[in-house]
């Protein structure tokens, strides 16, 4: 989950340099064809360290560009083929097989076949640097057109993941140089990276798909105010900005707010500080949060509303249990009637909390209700709920700190102190990530150290269900009329808001928005760009 589960995301951090001018408020126009694009794709996370490499995380959950995958999901959240001209999958979900094209070659012109597709999986398992393959043994060669994965579990999730990863020619294949240079079979064709810069894609034109109706993609690496100034300064034809510049307009550009499913939430910690660390070192638990009153407080006390219309923009959606709401398993019987300071403050003093030294912060054995909170320093959204969190919990008699930090300082704390988090999949399986009990303390899975035997029977009956019926076992993972990981339940996250993005597209632009897949976090802006026409000539 979040920044180091999905480094590959094509979202990056870097002050543009185009031709010589700067995205930071150059004047200068771009000058280009009506034939190419200019995007700022997104405006948070870093710039892929090792390139545009699907084994070491490029682009996963999103459209590669460069890359084909097996299988495509639409609109309605059901699957097509891409490379795969069938799929199937046996009784108790452990063994998938998949046919292939048998017409699709790379940019090199060699032969996209099995053997590609079963090299691409089995790297990318043993990398662990993009999609959690943990459930598959491997994937095997049955012929040219044929691949067989095999899990060491029952996963009916497995089919989200043929979507996810391109796939890379394994003759050519080498780790550490590949993704500077990549050979892909998608409808763009690598062309350049400027390191610190932008990224150049031409058109395919050998594509075996819809071909794109433009013939040169440049991707620039910008954020927030960068990435405002580029189109402000007419420099590009989308750029991907924060939710602070949503009310903003920009004469020759439509702003369009995308609903995504990226949620933004708090794990708590639900066992104590004894001491215990991870493997790796890392402290566990966290001595004020692990009291459930805390964590009903917190749940039950905070106004999600005024988070929504304040530190989300007047854009954001509340969210209870870190499904969104445009999700099939999304639960309704989750929400309940937060904002009430009242009923926090009743909470607090049931569990044995109270203010006996008239500081306005609560007590219990000694104990204050004090704890510091994390968040991501580059992301502005973040700190607002962070801050905003703080400022509403002092109204019940708890202390928060909000502190603004980085991945590599938050992975060391992330299992005994409590972060600011963003994520959203089509994939349910992130449930099973953040939940599940045997995924505690594991890389960045189940921070919060949950332990509730029912959620696992739930998350464990989904996984061996076909999809459309594990919808409701995911469902009630979040609470099933007795327990679940929402404020009626364990409450080990204060889930607060669905987040929208934001897109200056100039007004010369079709981005077909009704033909949009739904926005994961981190974004796909480019999920339908076989439908993006030119309807004007640029305004220079």
Known sequence: MDEKYIIGIIAVVIIAVIGGFSLMGGSTSVERADNELVVCPDSHGEEPEDGFDPILGWNYYAEPLIQSTLLKMTRNMEYKGDLATSWENNADFTEYTVKLRDDVKFTDNSTLDAEDVVFTYNEAKKSGASLDLSSMDNATVVDKTTVKFTLNKPDSTFIDKLAYIGIVPSDSYVNGTYGSNPIGSGPFKFVQWDKGQQVILEKNTDYYG????????????????????????????????????????????????????????????????????????????????????????????????????????????????????????????????????????????????????????????????????????????????????????????????????????????????????????????????????????VGYNNPAFINNSAVDAHI??????????????????????????????????????EIKYGYFVDESLDISNDTALLQPHGGDVFSNIYDWSRTSSIKK
Request: with cysteine; proline share 4%; hydrophobic share 35%.
């Open 210 to 441: 819809t071909q794109p109706k433009f013939d040169k993609l440049t991707m620039v690496f910008s954020q927030d105010e960068a990435a405002f100034n580029a189109a402000k300064n007419k420099e590009v034809d989308i750029s991907a900005v924060p939710l602070t510049y949503a009310n903003e307009t920009i004469d020759g550009y439509k702003m369009y707010l995308m609903d995504t499913i990226d949620v933004r939430g708090i794990h708590l910690p639900v066992v104590n500080n004894t001491g215990e660390t991870t493997e790796d070192g890392s402290p566990i638990g966290n001595n004020v949060t692990a009291d459930e009153s805390i964590r009903k407080a917190l749940n039950y006390g905070i106004n999600r509303k005024s988070i929504a219309s304040g530190a989300l923009n007047g854009v954001g959606v509340p969210n209870y249990d870190g499904i969104a709401h445009l999700l099939p398993w999304a639960n309704k019987d989750a929400e309940i009637k937060d904002g009430d300071v009242e009923k926090a403050k009743q909470l607090l003093k049931e569990g044995g909390w109270e203010d006996t030294d008239g500081d306005g912060i609560v007590e219990k054995d000694g104990l204050k209700a004090s704890f510091d909170l994390y968040y991501s320093s580059s992301a502005s959204e973040r700190q607002a709920i962070a801050v905003t969190v703080s400022e509403q919990a002092k109204e019940f008699g708890i202390e928060i700190n909000p502190k603004g930090s980085n991945w590599d300082e938050m992975d060391k704390i992330k299992n005994c102190q409590p972060i600011v988090w963003g994520f959203g999949s089509t994939d349910p399986s992130t449930m099973w990530s953040e939940y599940y009990s045997d995924q505690a303390g």
């Open 460 to 497: 464990d009956a989904a996984m061996t269900s076909d999809r459309n019926a594990s919808y409701s076992e995911w469902s009630k993972a979040s609470w099933d009329g007795t327990t679940g990981i929402s404020p009626k339940g364990d409450a080990a996250w204060l889930w607060v808001g």
